[in-house]
């Protein structure tokens, strides 16, 4: 969900450049990115100005399914974030950061 969300809303990126952003191995990226190459959800191809990196985006015919199915998930966090204050917002990320730090130590 998060490789589809930062390619909606920051454009198409190179395999690398998402693996960056979203804190992972370039390796599982390209995975997950060829998985849904194949299914028609992403788009693969050369970087024109350098044939060795590959960019990914989402089709123009898919990016109507996706932002809806985006959409819902944004609406429950910010009816379920709504109510708190900027405070409890922070301590919330704050405790989720915590959780999957330690879970990636546990990897």
């Known amino acids: 969900m998060s490789l589809l969300a930062l390619l909606l809303f920051d454009g198409p990126m190179t395999v690398n450049e998402l693996a960056c952003r979203l804190e992972v191995a ?6 997950m990115v060829g998985d849904l190459s194949r299914r028609g959800v992403l788009e693969r191809r050369e970087d024109e100005a350098d044939r060795r990196r590959t960019i990914v985006s989402i089709p123009d015919e898919r990016r109507p399914a996706i932002d809806a199915w985006l959409a819902r998930g ?4 910010r009816r379920a974030l709504g109510p708190l204050t900027p405070e409890q917002r922070r301590m919330f990320v ?8 330690d879970l ?4």
């Open 74 to 77: 944004a609406t429950a966090w």
């Open 94 to 101: 704050d405790t989720m950061l915590a959780y999957e730090r």
């Open 26 to 31: 370039p390796a599982t990226v390209s995975l």
């Open 104 to 107: 990636a130590e546990e990897d």
